[in-house]
Structure formats: C-alpha cells, structure tokens
C-alpha cells in the first residue's frame, strides 16, 4: 500500500478501491489496519486499496472534486469515505451525502450500504462504522478495542475515574474522548508522546478486534462485487 498517498501531494489514484478518510490520524490508523497481520489473510486489503485524507470535514466537498480530476478515477470500483459521527450521526450522514451529491457521485441513504453504481458509493461513521452509528469519534473506537483487553480495561477505567473527577465548574477536559486516549499513551513507555496515529503505527492496537468487523467487512463487500477475472489491476 502507498503509505504516502495522502496530503495535498495528490497526483493520482493507483488502487481501484479509494478510501477517503478525515484527518491524519485516521489515515495512519486505516493504513496499519489494512496491513495487519489481521487481514493478511486476503492481499486485496493491503495491495487494492488507495487511503487518502481528505483534512477537516468542511474540506470534504472540494477533495472529492479533486478527486473527480485525478489520474485514476474514472477506473476505481469503489469509494468509501469515513468520517467521525462528532455529536449527531444523522447530521454527519446528511453532509457527507451532499458532499457528494455536489459533485455528481452517488448518495448512498444511510451508512454502512453500498450504493452499486459506478463506482460504487459508501460511507461509514465512526467509532461504530455500523448501520446504526452512534455519537462519537475514531478515539471512541479505539478505547472500545483497548478495553476487549482485560489487562487495559481497569486502566482505562481509572482512567475515566480520574477525568470525572477533574470535572469542575471551571475546568473540563475538552474533547474529553482525545484526553483519555493520550492518558492512556503517556502511562506507557512505548507509546507516550504519540499522536493516535503514529501509536497505531506502532502497534497499541490490536487488529483483531470485534469491533473492527464492521469496517473489516464493509470494505471486503466492495472486493467481492466488483471481483472480476484474476487480473485486478485497474490499469
């Protein structure tokens, strides 16, 4: 996989599943999933995809025409963008579809379908990636993978015990979901100082997980109805 294809340095699309995903850390975190030892099972993971981040949310609707102009797209099979679900889900939805409808691609109506055009059209939300998304962010998806550990599950429970009681009149931890996330980084050796991504990179995660089943298979659904012959080259 281009781990370099992100950023403003677009030129061109080189895999025939596009995934356009918000902010830099998400891209990190999406890049080392789909080179996991996790999905390594099905090279289609780590060799037919291309990752890019598409910046802040309100940058969405200009980088996908720009996307429309790049070498590559007119022969992708799919789309799939992924975003935070922030505070309201079906508002997150609502915008990611007129995004999309301003710049002639298709609207898929909820999360979680594809809609089968060509190129086939989703979108996911995080942290739940389902067709019922819930409130919340990458960082929420990320403690739910940390506490299926036991052995990170009282730690992030004290974790949150130790942010309610900072809680006052005049002190909140904002985001508070980010706060917990880089506790949790700081309290080992490894991983302190790092940003989600760089601590997904180096591996604080682990890829099997249940709650990256959704996102797992959503993905491999575009694989399976746009397999054709052995060749999947989009070139």
Known sequence: MERSARGRGWTRIERPHLILCEGVDAWKFIVAYLNSTALQYDPRFSNNVHVIDFGGND?????LQLCTTLDGFDAIKSLLI?????????????SIRSALRSVG??????????HRSDPAVGFLLFPSCDLEPLPGALEDL????????PRNARLVNDIDAFLNGLQTEHFKAAPRFKAAMHIFFSLHDRYVSLKLGEAADAGVFDWYSHALRPL?????????WYESSDDTSIF
């Not at 691609?105 to 594809?114: D, F, G, I, N, R």
């Open 82 to 94: 992924i975003r935070d679900s922030e505070t309201d889900p079906a508002s997150a939805a609502d």
């Open 105 to 114: 691609l298709a609207e898929p109506q909820q999360p979680h379908v594809w």
């Open 142 to 149: 990320c403690a739910n993978i940390l506490l299926e550990d």
């Open 216 to 224: 797992r298979d959503f993905i491999a659904e575009a694989f399976e």
């Open 59 to 63: 940058e969405l609707r200009r980088r």
